[in-house]
């Protein structure tokens, strides 16, 4: 299926690695004009050459750490008029409300949800005049399934769910969607982080936590972020336009609810 985009300008938030880089390599590969973000140039290189050797096309890059008002204007400088925004960060670390101070509550507000809110705010009005945007923010199965250890995570991406939903109800007569990806349990290197915490604290093998990880899924596997990437592309094509404000849930058939 050609999905319409080819020549599109997309912007990918935190995408040296991970779901973001699955995104950006699939836009990529529709003949979008991919912009990739991230805070280690090395890391950023590296991506590019991933991107390129399936896409055949390098996408430029932009050294910036989006948890800061520079970061943040710095990427806007880089790419001032996106067709297509990828909002996308590092979570929170888990834990309980115990453990989690001011400072954490703050930092997890800032990355996860002021943060995109940035971009969306800055790049809705020329999407709207070009009559024609796609936003994809990359939030959590959290967000509608709360685990014990991932509340903060889950409160603040509620919270820019909440605003999207909001925005787009104006957005979408431009041809402008926005919409949520809620990722469960893909393999990358969070999904080895939470086994490394799981083997550490169980005094089992990686491998034997991240077995473990795995069997939470109904699926019985992790997800491939390629999976994850191709569902961001369609989200982002002509032809999805008329999708918008909903939540896109990729957890390989576990989320135990009907809506």
């Not at 991933?50 to 948890?67: C, F, G, H, T």
């Not at 971009?119 to 009005?125: G, S």
Request: charged content about 25%; proline content about 4%; aromatic content about 6%.
């Amino acid at each position: 299926m050609d999905l319409g985009i080819s020549g599109k300008t997309a912007l990918v938030c935190a995408s040296s690695r991970g779901l973001g880089l699955a995104c950006a390599t699939a836009l990529a590969r529709e003949g979008c004009h991919v912009f990739i973000n991230g805070r280690d140039r090395d890391a950023l290189e590296k991506a590019a050459d991933q991107v390129e050797a399936v896409a055949s096309k390098r996408p430029e890059i932009i050294v910036a750490d989006l948890n800061t008002e520079e970061g943040r204007a710095a990427v806007v400088a880089a790419c001032p008029e996106p067709d297509i925004l990828v909002n996308n960060n590092g979570g929170p670390t888990p834990g309980k409300i115990a453990d989690w101070d001011r400072d954490d509550w703050l930092a997890g507000v800032e990355a996860n949800m002021l943060a995109p809110i940035f971009f969306i705010k800055t790049y809705v009005p020329g999407m709207r005049a070009r009559r024609f945007g796609r936003i994809v923010n990359i939030t959590s199965a959290m967000v509608k399934s709360p685990s014990a250890t991932m509340g903060l995570s889950a409160a603040v991406r509620a919270g820019l769910t909440a605003l999207s939903k909001s925005v787009q109800r104006d957005s979408v007569v431009d041809n402008v969607t926005i919409n949520n990806m809620l990722p469960e349990r893909f393999d990358t290197d969070r999904q080895r982080f939470m086994a490394e915490r799981i083997s550490k604290r169980d005094g089992i093998t990686t491998a034997e936590a991240k077995a473990r990880i795995a069997a939470t899924i109904a699926a019985k596997r992790l997800g491939d972020p390629a999976e994850f990437g191709d569902a961001c592309a369609y989200l982002c094509s002509a032809q999805a336009g008329y999708i918008s404000g909903q939540n896109l849930q990729l957890d390989g058939g576990s989320y135990a609810g009907l809506v």
